[in-house]
T-cell receptor
Framework: LAKTTQPISMDSYEGQEVNITCSHN???????ITWYQQFPSQGPRFIIQ???TKVTNEVASLFIPADRKSSTLSLPRVSLSDTAVYYC???????????????FGQGTTLQVKP | DAGVIQSPRHEVTEMGQEVTLRCKPI?????LFWYRQTMMRGLELLIY????????DSGMPEDRFSAKMPNASFSTLKIQPSEPRDSAVYFC????????????FGDGTRLSIL
């Protein structure tokens, strides 16, 4: 399983764009990159997933360079409610009988200030 | 659609007692995961099932822990006998398939062993 490394914590202010970078030097060919968000007293919630280049949804964007050894989660114009822990995970899609279980790291605690 | 449902939300019991945590996955999801979260160790995968069959229980801490999935809509995690160090938040998650497919988490059971 590919190991991921991300900052333990980040601070930001309301209205700013936040970029959280995750490194995964040992990512395998079949691995996808997935980000989850966790609020206090709740389970993690899927945010976004990608394989290469850029993916965007209504919540965030995910930038993946060509070598795929890192990825950046971008949250546009954060608000206080974006204060949470953000997890970066890599793993395959579980096809062909390979379940490719996911391992959650320590995550990045994002604190958004007014 | 209803999400993953866990019960109870909170459990306080004395050391040595049997504890049973329950989970109802999202209908149609083939994979079910049990996690434990503590401040010290973060989010740990305990066991997961595919089509009601346990696939990987290498994360189960010791023989005091057991998990079953008698049918596609119900799973239990049992601790017997319980110890104070088992105090944690236990999450159940389900996904359509395994691997990097988005996992949908329940709200967790906060377990306190006195």
């Amino acid at each position: 399983l590919a190991k991921t490394t991300q900052p333990i914590s980040m601070d930001s202010y309301e209205g700013q764009e936040v970029n959280i970078t995750c490194s995964h030097n040992n990512i395998a060919t079949n691995d996808y990159i997935t980000w989850y968000q966790q609020f206090p007293s709740q389970g993690p919630r899927f945010i976004i997933q990608g394989y290469k280049t850029k993916v965007t949804n209504e919540v965030a964007s995910l930038f993946i360079p060509a070598d795929r050894k890192s990825s950046t989660l971008s949250l546009p114009r954060v608000s206080l409610s974006d204060t949470a822990v953000y997890y970066c995970l890599v793993g395959d899609m579980g096809s062909s009988g390979n379940t490719g279980k996911l391992i959650f790291g320590q995550g990045t605690t994002l604190q958004v200030k007014p | 659609d209803a999400g993953v449902i866990q019960s109870p939300r909170h459990e306080v019991t004395e050391m040595g007692q049997e504890v049973t945590l329950r989970c109802k996955p999202i209908s149609g999801h083939d994979y079910l995961f049990w996690y434990r979260q503590t401040m010290m160790r973060g989010l740990e995968l305990l066991i997961y099932f595919n089509n009601n069959v346990p696939i990987d229980d290498s994360g189960m801490p010791e023989d005091r822990f057991s998990a079953k999935m008698p049918n596609a809509s119900f799973s239990t995690l049992k601790i017997q006998p319980s110890e104070p160090r088992d105090s944690a938040v236990y999450f159940c998650a389900s996904s359509l398939t395994g691997g990097s497919q988005p996992q949908h988490f329940g709200d967790g059971t906060r377990l306190s062993i006195l």
